[in-house]
């Protein structure tokens, strides 16, 4: 378990942080990053569940069990990135969560109209948060595939924030009235 005593440690004063293996580390290293992007994925993700209550047209307690269970696994997926290597993991991403998420995109994609156009980031305001979400984990994304040019990255933790990004995506659609509300890109409109 986790026991956290003190918040304020000014450990990373100097521009160093600590791994889950205690070895330290520079802060804009590329490990670092990734972890920081994912951290800042689950927060945009607390931001949507926020942005959820009162909601009304939408099954808002069943997407809002989903994003619970999204932002824990990753936390899941920032401890394992805090410990790089095999020897003394604590925590590894696998593909279970990955296969959920899978299988709530299929489940959501299945109630909405195909598609004709690129949608434009906004519509209702729940959906608008997801879309703002679904660029942030884009981004961790990035960082994480950064990473692993470099160093060992579980496979899993790259595939599940590339599925999260196609979760959050289809969920922005179920929130804008199950695809009535999107916002379709009309090419050269203002040429």
């Known amino acids: ?44 993700i607390g931001v949507l569940r926020a942005s959820l209550r009162g909601v009304d047209g939408t099954d808002a307690p069943a997407a809002d069990a989903a994003l619970a269970r999204i932002q824990n696994d990753l936390f899941d997926l920032g401890a394992d990135l805090a410990v790089p290597g095999e020897a003394g993991a604590r925590l590894r991403m696998t593909d279970g969560p990955v296969l959920r998420l899978e299988t709530e995109v299929e489940a959501m994609n299945a109630a909405l109209p195909p598609l004709t156009s690129f949608i434009l980031p906004g519509g209702t305001g729940a959906a608008a948060a997801a879309h703002l979400a679904r660029t942030i984990v884009r981004r961790a994304e990035r960082a994480a595939v950064r990473l692993a040019a470099a160093e060992a990255v579980t496979g899993a933790a790259i595939r599940y924030l590339n599925r999260l990004s196609d979760h959050l995506f289809v969920l922005s659609r179920v929130l804008n009235d199950n695809g009535a509300a999107d916002v379709l890109w009309v090419p050269g409109a203002n040429r």
């Open 1 to 44: 378990m986790v026991r956290i005593d003190r918040v304020v440690t000014r450990g990373g004063d100097g521009g160093e942080t600590s791994l889950g293996d205690g070895a330290r580390l520079r802060k804009d290293t590329a490990r670092i990053e990734a972890i920081g992007a994912v951290d800042e994925a689950n927060a945009a």
